[in-house]
Nanobody
C-alpha cells in the first residue's frame, strides 16, 4: 500500500506564491501517477494536476493550468505543486493522491490519499 504525506500549506495573502510537497512511501514505479486535488468547504473535490513518477506525463485541471505547476523534486523524491498568483478562491484543503490508472483526472481514479494540507488565501 502506498502512503502519501502532504506538507506546505499555510495562510498567505492574495497574490502570493506557495509550494506544496507530497512525499510518497511504498511500492511505486515510473508509471505511477501522483496528483493533487483540492476541496473547499461545502464544495466537491476538484482535480488540480497530476504527474507520473517519471515526470514524463502531466495533466492539469482546465481552469488551473498557467498558475499552478506540478513537478518532481528528484533530490527529495517528492512531487511539488507550485502555486502562483494565489486568490482567495484557491482556499481549500489540498490533497495528494496516488493512482495506477491511465490518464487519472477524477477522484475515482485514485486508490490512496494523503491527509491533506490547508491553504488559506486572505484578501
Amino acid at each position: 500500500q502506498v502512503h502519501l504525506v502532504e506538507s506546505g500549506g499555510k495562510l498567505v495573502q492574495a497574490g502570493d506564491s506557495l509550494r506544496l510537497s507530497c512525499a510518497p512511501y511504498g511500492p511505486i514505479d515510473k508509471n505511477y501517477f501522483i496528483g493533487w486535488f483540492r476541496q473547499a468547504p461545502g464544495k466537491e473535490r476538484e482535480f488540480v494536476a497530476t504527474i507520473t513518477w517519471s515526470g514524463a506525463t502531466t495533466y492539469y485541471g482546465d481552469s488551473l493550468k498557467g498558475r499552478f505547476t506540478i513537478s518532481r523534486d528528484n533530490a527529495k523524491n517528492t512531487v511539488l505543486l507550485q502555486m502562483n498568483s494565489l486568490k482567495p478562491e484557491d482556499t481549500a484543503i489540498y490533497y495528494c493522491a496516488g493512482s495506477r490508472n491511465f490518464e487519472p483526472i477524477t477522484t475515482h481514479d485514485y486508490s490512496t490519499w494523503g491527509q491533506g494540507t490547508q491553504v488559506t488565501v486572505s484578501s
